[in-house]
């Protein structure tokens, strides 16, 4: 284990504790010894599917199926009406097929599985959704006692909400926005966190969560081999994703896997205007991400006013020779429209891809013919939730 900020060795006490941020205060990364994984691989992942694919690149072994037999293997499908309007050749990644319909299931899978070998009984973190749902439904299957979700105030009630209680979740609500939310977790269990008897699996808290989403780039390599995408555009909240797809061919580059000939992906993290912390970083040439007030979004995953792992985010961007792209809401909502229009799967964080992807396009960034993979990281379910509680009559009615 490294941290992240220094590249300092952090010691792990052999996992006979769940490992948390360093001693500075900084994410963790999990470093391997990849000439050893190369070797036992001889080339080539398992044939088994899923996440159980990729063990050997990740810091827990011996996953049951019952437990993440449905999460990961997720396809790559072509969008032909949006590449022909874009003239370029479009692809999604659509992580809707993971059990609670989102790219989360990656992590927190993982996160959790390393927390439990590592001596943790429970778990908790601060949630706008996804992740808490994610957290719920994986606690439930591993037989431990209910997540503790905490969610802004103005999610009680709401769909995902729902979806942590079905799950068994013990939900809390605290706060404006995910930021305050998480305050007030650690406010209110700070003794049973300091304890131990709660671990903290807020995004970039433990190193798990980093290394399932990592998963996402092992199987892009899989599925384009050395034709990568000229393009990944990523909806950063926190980025654990960003920095993961990365950090996958960062490790098959130095497995030899990936030769130095492979032209690896441009990144792109994008924001909406009124929560654009990575964007506002970037472009100020910074080495950390500053946060800011958000002014919210309809895109929930992106409404996330810092960065714990900024200092990843940027450099990825630029070692990929990137960029980051913020765009306005009334274009996210107008390409949420056009998503469903073409019958191309993907929540208001994907809309906010296609919204940006057309500025791009429009400002010579993306150039006619160069492929463009978007991480469509959950399905509408949710986007069509706020478009029924929000819409007038149906047409034609």
């Known amino acids: 284990m490294t941290d992240s900020l220094t590249g300092d060795a952090v010691p792990t006490g052999g996992f006979t504790r769940p490992v948390g941020l360093s001693p500075r205060g900084a994410p963790v990364e999990v470093t391997y010894d990849l000439e050893a994984v190369d070797s036992v691989l001889g080339g080539a992942f398992p044939a088994v599917g899923g996440l159980r694919r990729y063990e050997a690149l990740l810091p827990v072994g011996g ?30 990644k659509v992580e809707a097929g993971n059990p609670t319909g989102s790219f989360k299931d990656r992590g927190l899978a993982v996160g959790l599985a390393l927390g439990v070998a590592s001596g943790a009984a429970r778990f908790c973190l601060p949630t706008q959704g996804n992740a808490g749902v994610a957290a719920a439904l994986f606690s439930s299957r591993l037989g431990l006692p209910p997540a503790v979700v905490y969610m802004p105030r103005g999610y009680e009630g709401g769909v995902y909400h729902r979806a942590c209680a079905l799950y068994g979740g013990e939900v809390h609500f605290s ?33 798990g969560r980093l290394e399932g989403k990592k998963t996402m780039g092992l199987e892009i390599w899989e599925e384009y081999g050395e ?22 061919f960062t490790e098959l580059r130095e497995m030899g896997w990936m030769g130095p000939e492979v032209q690896r992906p441009r990144m792109v993290a994008v924001q909406s205007e ?58 996210i909502s107008a390409a949420y429209a056009d998503l469903g229009r073409t019958g191309t799967p993907g929540g208001y964080e994907t809309a906010a891809l296609l919204a940006a992807l057309r500025n791009l396009r429009r400002e010579g960034v993306v150039a006619r013919g160069e492929s463009v993979l978007l991480i469509a990281t959950s399905g509408p379910a949710v986007g069509l939730s706020h478009a029924v509680a929000t819409a007038g009559p149906v047409p034609g009615r």
């Open 274 to 331: 009124n929560c654009a912390p990575v964007v506002r970083s970037f472009e100020a040439g910074l080495d950390h991400v500053e946060p800011v007030v958000s002014q919210g979004t309809v895109a929930d995953g992106l409404d996330v006013p810092g960065a714990i792992m900024g200092h990843a985010m940027l450099r990825v961007l630029r070692e990929s020779g990137g960029t980051a792209a913020a765009v306005a809401e009334a274009d």
């Open 63 to 92: 996953l049951p199926p019952a437990f993440v037999g449905d999460v990961g293997g997720t396809p790559v499908i072509p969008a032909p009406a949006l590449s022909e309007e874009l003239e370029v050749d479009l692809a999604m």
């Open 175 to 207: 706060g404006p926005n995910i930021a305050a939310a998480g305050k007030a977790m650690r406010d209110e269990l700070a003794g049973p966190l300091s304890e131990g008897r709660y671990v903290d699996v807020s995004t970039f808290f433990e190193p």
């Open 227 to 248: 034709a990568l995408p000229q393009w990944i555009l990523y909806p950063t909240g926190g980025g654990t994703g960003l920095v993961g797809i990365w950090k996958a």
